[in-house]
């Protein structure tokens, strides 16, 4: 078992930059590569970013493509996400997520979750 929890959300305004944090204990959280998700209000959920276990290589969804940033401490058992540039359609439930396959943006081959937390992105 892997047990995630995510913090550092809260309410922006529109090109303000904010930092995400999720936090792993467990198993060894290195075993895992990580992945960052979000759920917009009304909508399905939907990949963010993705980072492997030994933290070199990165996949972007296009809409956050050189605004934020996903990486890893494997000493802290903790991934971030910096976000930067933030826009209003960036508001969304922010979850982390842990697999050992390399699932990249599928949501379904991510083995554990954290609880989420909100970003409200004002305008």
């Known amino acids: 078992q892997v047990q995630l929890v995510e913090s550092g959300g809260g309410l922006v305004q529109a090109g303000d930059s904010l930092r995400l944090s999720c936090a792993a204990s467990?198993?060894?959280?290195?075993?895992?590569?990580m992945g960052w998700f979000r759920q917009p209000p009304g909508k399905e959920r939907e990949f963010v970013a993705f980072?492997?276990?030994?933290?070199?290589?990165?996949v972007y969804a296009d809409p956050v493509k050189g605004r934020f940033t996903i990486s890893r401490d494997n000493a802290k058992n903790t991934v971030y996400l910096q976000m930067n540039r933030v826009k209003p359609e960036d508001t969304a439930v922010y979850y982390c997520?842990?697999?050992?396959?390399?699932?990249?943006?599928?949501?379904?081959?991510?083995?554990?979750w954290g609880q989420g937390t909100q970003v409200t992105v004002s305008s």
């Open positions: 980072i492997d276990w030994p933290g070199g290589n990165t």
């Open positions: 467990g198993r060894t959280f290195s075993n895992y590569h």
């Open positions: 997520a842990a697999t050992r396959t390399y699932a990249v943006r599928y949501a379904r081959g991510y083995d554990y």
